[in-house]
T-cell receptor
Framework: GQNIDQPTEMTATEGAIVQINCTYQ??????LFWYQQHAGEAPTFLSY????GLEEKGRFSSFLSRSKGYSYLLLKELQMKDSASYLC??????????????FGRGTQLTVWP | DGGITQSPKYLFRKEGQNVTLSCEQN?????MYWYRQDPGQGLRLIYY???????QKGDIAEGYSVSREKKESFPLTVTSAQKNPTAFYLC?????????????????FGPGTRLTVL
């Protein structure tokens, strides 16, 4: 099975940097996604990592260590609009489950002025 | 514009009634998924389909049914057997590129349907 763990809640102030961690235990790992979800809305894609290392995209960066089963999402220069839930999702590559994503419970980030 | 549509945005039903949630996509994606989201919970997979006329149960399929007669459409029926149907339901689709350890499967989500059973 899959076991994906991320903190339930985090808070930070505008302009700061925050790091949201995600750990996973899975067989057949095939990449890790981060999604952002505002309350009552659909999740939207932020990043994808399949190889070890850091992927940078503007204010957001995502890191993966496959050997440690660990990823983090780094948000810089926080803005009020970054207040949302951040979902970590692991991709699986085995047989009939090909294409499935396994989601963590999400980390609710609140950005204060 | 390509995308995924779900309708309606809000849906109210009386207990004991079946209700069908629609999901349509014009992205030409092969795979489609239904998730349920409850407050403070992540996304839990109900059913998914990788190809027309075929679908698999997810982690919480009991009390739900689906069909996949067309590539573009993947309706979900919430039956009276589902004990706690009130939730936010999300539909997603993806193109599955590659295979095995080289598979890329970003999922695109619809706007969701909030179902309330009274």
């Amino acid at each position: 099975g899959q076991n994906i763990d991320q903190p339930t809640e985090m808070t930070a102030t505008e302009g700061a940097i925050v790091q949201i961690n995600c750990t996973y235990q899975t067989s057949g790992f095939n990449g890790l996604f981060w999604y952002q979800q505002h309350a009552g809305e659909a999740p939207t894609f932020l990043s994808y990592n399949v190889l070890d290392g850091l992927e940078e995209k503007g204010r957001f960066s995502s890191f993966l260590s496959r050997s440690k089963g660990y990823s983090y999402l780094l948000l810089k220069e926080l803005q009020m609009k970054d207040s949302a839930s951040y979902l970590c999702a692991v991709s699986h590559d085995r047989g009939s489950t090909l294409g499935r994503l396994y989601f963590g419970r999400g980390t609710q980030l609140t950005v204060w002025p | 514009d390509g995308g995924i549509t779900q309708s309606p945005k809000y849906l109210f039903r009386k207990e004991g009634q079946n209700v069908t949630l629609s999901c349509e996509q014009n992205l030409n994606h092969d795979a489609m998924y239904w998730y349920r989201q409850d407050p403070g919970q992540g996304l839990r997979l109900i059913y998914y389909s990788q190809i027309v006329n075929d679908f698999q149960k997810g982690d919480i399929a009991e009390g739900y049914s689906v069909s996949r007669e067309k590539k573009e459409s993947f309706p979900l029926t919430v039956t009276s057997a589902q004990k706690n149907p009130t939730a936010f339901y999300l539909c997603a689709s993806s193109i599955i590129v590659g295979g095995g350890s080289r598979t890329y499967n970003e999922q695109f989500f619809g706007p969701g349907t909030r179902l309330t059973v009274l």
